[in-house]
């Protein structure tokens, strides 16, 4: 390696996706100051927050090689069951919370068990698992949002710890973090990986695939039910359509974030600053007022932009592969 | 991706590799005879219990409903046989949809013009899905993730999210027409385009070269077929069909609604995949059943019905066909660990 260190930080996953995190902030501040205003960076981080959380869900299974349609759906479902509990059932707050991921471990366990034991394609099994948390969300409440949110879980998700920093970061860092020390150091992120790189090598060479993959789910649920509690304490409401609109994003952040869709490769980082992408677009969107639904558009055209960037990378490393041997 | 089971199963295929079965023991392994035992006998439990279930009423929105839940699966299957997915057949049917109002309402355009306009659309847009997924590589969950949000969000755009109420009369007319007593126009649609998938795949050379290309696209590659461009027609094909598919829900709505499949076109997700996979298409690619698809979405659609005549909630019947989707791949599964343990594919 005799290259010159910036351009071995360039190969980073997350670099490119930073430097136009960067960018974008100080193109849209320049045309619109209020972009950097105290207020306006604590929404912004709010919305971070939990996409992030989201798109980590996504991120673990997108490292073991497969897909969750059902993240969006669960998540929708611990929000409901997590303010139901407490307003309908009078359940205390701290187990409400416990609760609820709970739910999320046991219904991702479930989706994984069924995938790796049947062998059937994880896309149609989280179809199926789609339809059914959000109709049971839908059964439960009925259509129609629960309002007994305590003071406690609206203060959480919309104050500011100190600044423009809002208490909604401190469980997405406990997630990055975790989820970082899990693929980088952890026994079963080595083995979601290798699963996701390469899932014939890894059942031969001793790999538990069926635990890995319940394990890689179970994760996924984790990570769903706190962002669905994340966002009722946003929203301050246990709206029955929260997960609805996570599919897209919970896709595109990792994929900007340089994740390879087959699998075996992922970049918390990466993802991180991904989603930071996707957050800082939408708050333009809105400073410029720009119609809302423009936001579709250009996170469709993200993913396929990053998808072509990922390409070309896989390119030049494969070229660079051959030249070096 | 975990795999599924990749052999082809009964004589859909074309191939005649189960010529050693007797004929009636393999018709009555298919999918489609379980199925069809499965709708007789649902609907005769249901014509039993429930009074209203065989009311002129009930027959005509039944069959309404198998024409236009048996479109969407069929555009669905149409690439799935590719071994590749469309996500964006929802927001592909809602965009040719509002695109047919433009064209009706605020063009005026005679509907012989229209029509064949929004089918257009709908296979433009389903062209440049395939024409992507080949060119890049990638795989098609991705390239039509991105591009359900890409249409949807460009058909929000420029309709400002409104509907187009004004139709032509003659639109809300073929929505409410009825053949053979209380049979739904559209179901005759449905059945028309059925009869022309059947002779595609079954008769023509193209779709014995999409058969070919899906059930494995490097052995169709070395014999000449050339694949790529097939897998663009099944993209094409699924588009077509998704936009004739929003057609017949305008029809039925006597508006074209943006809403009509949910944000971002989600809601036909579902009946997309439930219709094919429970008649038998395989999700590697290779195989089809069209007589499988529409026996699919009925079952699904009587089902559904009696749910909601026996006054079981819409929500609950919601996740009830999840249910059923997860039941009818585990089924499947079986099925063919039993057939294979005996020898018998």
Redesign the interface.
């Known amino acids: 390696m005799d290259k010159r260190f910036g351009m071995q930080l360039l190969d980073n996953d997350w670099a490119g996706p930073a430097l136009i995190s960067l960018a974008a902030i100080l193109v849209i501040s320049a045309l619109q100051p209020s972009f950097l205003t105290p207020f306006n960076i604590l929404v912004l981080l709010s919305a971070i927050a939990v996409n992030m959380v989201i798109a980590l869900g996504q991120l673990v299974i997108v490292g073991v ?3 969750n ?1 059902a993240l969006g759906s669960l998540g929708g479902l611990v929000g409901v069951c997590f303010v139901g509990a407490i307003e309908v059932l009078g359940v205390p707050t701290p187990l409400a919370v416990l609760m609820g991921l709970s739910i999320g471990v046991l219904a991702g366990m479930a989706n994984g068990y ?3 034991r ?8 989280t ?10 969300n ?2 439960i409440t ?2 129609q949002p629960f309002y007994g949110v305590p003071d406690v879980v609206k203060q959480f998700g919309n104050t500011a710890v100190i600044g423009p920093i809002p208490w909604l970061i401190a469980p997405m860092l406990i997630a990055a973090l975790g989820l970082w020390y899990l693929f980088r150091r952890l026994r079963i992120g080595r083995y979601i990986l290798s699963m996701g790189g390469n ?1 014939q090598a890894a059942e031969l060479s001793g790999i538990d695939t069926v635990g890995t993959v319940i394990w890689a789910h179970a994760i996924s649920g984790l990570l769903a039910a706190a962002a669905g509690m994340m966002l009722v304490a946003r929203l301050q409401i246990g709206q029955p359509t929260i997960g ?2 996570w ?2 994003s919970s ?1 595109a952040a990792p ?1 900007i974030g340089g994740a390879a ?2 699998g075996g490769h992922v970049s918390v980082a990466g993802t991180f600053f991904g989603v930071v992408i996707i957050a800082i677009i939408t708050q333009a969107l809105v400073l410029f007022s720009i ?1 809302p ?9 993200l ?2 932009w990053a ?2 960037i990922n ?1 070309f990378r896989e390119w030049r490393f494969a070229k660079m592969a051959t030249a070096g041997a | ?4 089971v990749t052999e082809p199963l009964t004589e859909n295929t074309g191939t005649g590799e189960q010529e050693r079965l007797p004929v009636l023991l393999r018709l009555l392994l298919s999918n489609e005879f379980g199925l069809l035992a499965l709708i007789v006998v649902a609907a005769a439990i249901f014509a039993t219990a429930l009074p209203g279930f065989t009311s002129p009423f009930s027959l005509f929105t039944l069959s309404r409903q198998i024409g236009i839940d048996t479109m969407i699966g069929l555009a669905m299957m149409a690439v799935i046989v590719s071994g590749g ?1 469309d996500l964006s057949v929802g927001a592909i049917g809602a965009s040719s949809a509002m695109a047919f109002g433009y064209f009706a309402e605020r063009l005026g355009l005679p509907l012989a013009a229209a029509i064949p306009f929004t089918l257009a659309l709908g296979a433009l847009l389903g062209g440049i899905n395939g024409a ?1 997924v080949v060119r ?4 098609s ?3 039509t ?10 058909m ?2 420029l309709t400002k ?1 409104q509907a187009f109420n004004g139709l032509p009369a003659d639109v809300t007319a073929f929505g409410r027409m009825k053949v053979l007593g209380s049979v739904s126009a559209l179901l005759v649609v449905t059945l028309a385009v059925c009869g022309g998938l059947t002779v595609l795949y079954r008769l023509t050379r193209l779709g014995r070269e999409i058969l070919a290309a899906g059930a494995n696209p490097r052995a169709a590659e070395l014999s000449g077929v050339p694949v790529g461009r097939t897998v663009i027609i099944c993209h094409m094909l699924t588009g077509a069909l998704a936009a004739l598919a929003g057609l017949m829900l305008t029809a039925r709505t006597g508006a074209a609604v943006p809403s009509m499949a949910g ?2 076109g ?1 809601d036909w ?2 009946p997309a ?1 439930l219709a094919p ?1 429970l008649g038998g298409t395989l ?1 590697t690619g290779g195989r089809v059943s069209v007589i499988g698809t529409l026996l699919g979405a009925t079952f699904v659609t009587v089902i559904t019905s009696g749910l909601l005549l026996m006054r079981v ?1 819409e ?9 059923m ?2 039941a009818a ?2 089924i499947d ?1 079986a099925r063919h660990t039993i057939l294979k343990a005996r020898g018998m594919v």
């Open positions: 090689g497969q897909m349609l069924v995938i790796a049947t062998g059937i394609s994880a896309f149609i099994i179809l199926a698992s789609l339809q059914i948390f959000k109709g049971i839908l059964g009925k259509a899932r609805d609109d599919l897209i896709f994929v869709l087959s119609d639904f423009v936001v579709q558009i250009v996170l469709g055209s993913i396929l998808v072509g390409r | 991706m975990s795999s599924v997915l992507v890049s590589g990638v795989h969950f991705i390239i993730l991105a591009s359900m949000s890409i249409f949807f969000g460009v929000i755009y999210a944000h971002l989600q997700l579902l995949f996979v999700l909630s929500f609950w019947v919601q996740a009830f066909l999840g249910f989707l997860l791949v585990l599964r």
